[in-house]
C-alpha cells in the first residue's frame, strides 16, 4: 500500500509540516511505499539555500536530504505552486521533481495524509 502525504503549510512557524516529514520517514522505515507533494506554500520547503537562523529554526533542507536516505520515494512539487511561489526547477532541492497536483496523481496512491 502507497501512501502520498500532502504538505501544503510553509516550512516555518509551525510544526506541522515537520510532523508530516517525520510520518513519512516512519512510514519508509518500516518498508513502506511514501511519496510527499508539496503543494500551496509548502513548495517553499523545497526550496535551496534557505536561511532558517533569522526564524531561529534549524533548515528544513537538511531533513529532506536524508529523504532518499530513509526509503521515501519522491518529493514532488505542484507545478502550479512553483509557478506561483517563483520556484524554479533550478532553485528546487536537486532530489525533487514538478508534477500536476490532481486526481491523476492521487489516483496512484492507496492513502492520501495531508499536514494540518
Not at 509548502?42 to 534549524?58: E, F
Not at 512539487?77 to 526547477?89: I, K, T
Not at 500536476?100 to 499536514?115: R, T
Amino acid at each position: 500500500m502507497s501512501t502520498l502525504i500532502i504538505i501544503d503549510q510553509p516550512p516555518y512557524g509551525s510544526w506541522e509540516g515537520r510532523e508530516a516529514l517525520d510520518m513519512a520517514f516512519s512510514l519508509a522505515a518500516f518498508d513502506q511505499p511514501v511519496s510527499l507533494l508539496f503543494c500551496g506554500l509548502g513548495v517553499n520547503w523545497l526550496r535551496k539555500g534557505q536561511d532558517a537562523a533569522k526564524v531561529q529554526q534549524k533548515s528544513v533542507e537538511r531533513n529532506l536530504a536524508a529523504a532518499p536516505i530513509f526509503g521515501v520515494e519522491a518529493l514532488l512539487a505542484d507545478r502550479h505552486a512553483c509557478d506561483q511561489y517563483g520556484l524554479s526547477e533550478t532553485a528546487m532541492l536537486d532530489h525533487a521533481s514538478t508534477t500536476d497536483f490532481g486526481p491523476e496523481l492521487v489516483s496512484h496512491f492507496d492513502h492520501i495524509a495531508f499536514a494540518g
